[in-house]
């Protein structure tokens, strides 16, 4: 293994395990000195950055970036509830600055993985598997943090000296620094189905995704981007390899099952995030905590062990402009009835939260004390009730909504992840993150052939089309405007809105409560204290 001069702190909190994939987070003693890291099991080097990585996509922080400065969301002030010093609001409307809560935390956790990385890199014996996924990773955190921000903080990967200051990486050079290192370790990454291990397929979908951005990442505030040909027949390229090399495979029984808590590698999905239900608590990094499932807090489920809990949260929703845009009648995504709001029995094991758009008066369970009301067979028996906000006002979602909510009932909730059923208000699930999907390979390739003047994109929408909703289902044109839209159904409370509507043209258009133009909100901004402690990094313009 690379030796290092200057031994970086591993300061590990919690234990997390990656039982499918035989990586377990132990706690290094860093008072034990650099011997412990030089013999350190490559796994133990590798575990905390991914474990990180669930900081970064956590409820609160690139999640709350990526939809609540976009057009799908918002999370209005509730009465005395969710106002949190106006940090939402300030996404929302497009006046954050260097000091926003959520802007400042992101920076952190990505930072902060990249510096796991870069202390995996160092002691990982170069042109091995594990070293390939630390630096597969490595170029994950650096792609988000480009999107995000546009400066990347970089130390190489070899002969990293930690007693240096970074060098920083913006624009081309960050595109072509990534693309670079995945070339360079794309031989050693592994091949094959496993969504929760950084694989050749996941380097090749990072790969095409920056590509596809990069007329945005080397000119942030273009009036119009320069998608170059080059470009384009990349994402073509390396989407098509992904594509036909046949591992992976579209869903096309059930939407909602890839954010389902058994989702570890299911078909569709490349690369995700792992998240396990656990007794342990998690600081809000679940993908079904708050805001990213963006229930009422007055919907009932019953836990394992009989008891009622209120579960998920009064807070975020969507807008009525996004669904707007929706055939929500016709299109599968956008809702599915796990429970229907009529008397009958069910069984207690099939009793499911309904599913995408909520959407007007929302119905619950009769039942006795906290207790369901179970028969002899097993089942329970449905009475439907209104459900009730803890402000006590009817669950009846309306499309019509405000920053500052009439009450804690309006605006249309978005529950597209699972909830697992631990109890109330708690941060565990097994919710895996889904990063790449095959659906954004089939429409990043229709979206590069549009671009460039050049092949079936209409094939490749189709393709997506037709496994959510059979041959029905396709459609008969694809202009870009359409693929657009499209991404909108497809990949809703993902991660992807607000970097799709840079590279569309819509991040300045206006919507519910949002009339900012100013082209210097497309990253964010830079934390006033890493400013202050690293030589190069400057604020971003208009902060």
């Known amino acids: 293994m690379k030796k290092q001069s200057i031994i970086f702190s591993i300061i590990l909190a ?9 990586i377990e987070e132990k706690i290094i003693d860093e008072s034990l000195g650099e011997d412990l890291l030089i013999n350190a099991d490559p796994l133990d080097l590798l575990a905390p950055v991914y474990n990180n990585m669930r900081m970064v996509y956590g409820h609160r922080w690139f999640f709350a970036l990526q939809t609540f400065s976009a057009d799908e969301g918002m999370l209005p002030t509730r009465g005395t509830d969710w106002f949190d010093g ?3 609001q300030e996404l929302h409307k497009h006046t954050y600055g260097p000091e926003n809560r959520y802007t400042t935390e992101t920076w952190d956790h990505i930072t902060t993985g990249m510096a796991f990385s870069f202390q995996a890199i160092s002691y990982l014996e170069e042109g091995s598997q594990e070293y390939a996924e630390a630096v597969g990773l490595l170029s994950h955190y650096m792609w988000v943090c480009l999107d995000a921000y546009g400066q990347v903080p970089y130390r190489g990967i070899s002969d990293i000296n930690f007693s240096t200051d970074p060098q ?5 050079d960050a595109v072509n620094t990534i693309i670079a290192n995945l070339e360079s370790v794309m031989a050693s ?7 929760v291990r950084f694989t050749q397929d996941a380097a090749k979908s990072l790969m095409a995704r920056v590509y596809l951005n990069k007329a945005v990442y080397t000119d942030r505030y273009a009036g119009s981007f320069n998608f170059t040909d080059a470009d384009m027949q990349n994402v073509i390229d390396l989407t098509t390899e992904v594509i036909n090399g046949g591992t992976h495979t579209l869903e096309t029984d059930d939407y909602f099952s890839m954010f389902d808590p058994d989702n570890e590698n299911h078909s569709e999905i490349i690369w995700s995030i792992k998240n396990e239900l656990t007794s ?3 600081s809000g990094r679940s993908v079904s905590r708050n805001t990213t499932n963006g ?7 019953f836990a394992n062990d009989g008891t009622t809990n209120l579960t998920g949260s009064d807070a975020g929703c969507t807008l009525p402009e996004f669904l707007d845009t929706w055939d929500s009648a016709n299109d599968p995504r956008y809702y599915k009835e796990n429970y229907a709001s009529e008397t009958g029995t069910i069984l207690f094991s099939d009793y ?3 599913r995408g758009f909520l959407e007007g008066q929302q119905y619950g369970i009769k039942n006795d004390a906290g207790t369901p009301l179970f028969n002899g067979d097993g089942t329970i028996d449905i009475v439907p009730v209104k459900l009730w906000n803890k402000d006590e006002t009817l669950a009846n979602h309306t499309r019509e909504v405000s920053l500052i909510a009439e009450n804690q009932s309006v605006g249309v909730r978005v529950s597209k992840w699972s909830i697992d059923d631990i109890g109330t208000n708690r941060d565990d699930t097994g919710v895996d993150i889904p990063v790449f999907r095959l659906a954004d390979l089939y429409l990043m390739r229709a979206e590069a052939k549009l671009r460039l003047g050049s092949g079936d994109a209409l094939s490749d929408v189709n393709a997506v089309r037709i496994a959510r909703g059979g041959s029905g289902f396709a459609t008969g044109s694809a202009t870009l405007t359409e693929v657009y839209n499209e991404r909108g159904f497809e990949f809703y409370w993902e991660y992807h809105r607000r970097t799709d509507q840079i590279r569309f043209g819509t991040y300045e258009d206006i919507w519910t409560d949002k009339t900012d133009a100013d082209t210097n909100m497309r990253i964010f901004p830079i934390p006033s204290g890493p400013i202050a402690e690293t030589p190069g990094l400057e604020q971003n313009l208009g902060y």
């Open 86 to 88: 106006g940090v939402f």
């Open 168 to 172: 920083i990486l913006t624009g081309a």
């Open 295 to 301: 229930l009422s807090r007055g919907l009932i489920y």
């Open 189 to 195: 990454l592994p091949t094959g189905k496993n969504t």
């Open 280 to 282: 342990i608590r998690i």
């Open 14 to 22: 919690v234990f997390f395990g990656f039982q499918s994939c035989d």
């Open 352 to 354: 499911k939260m309904n």
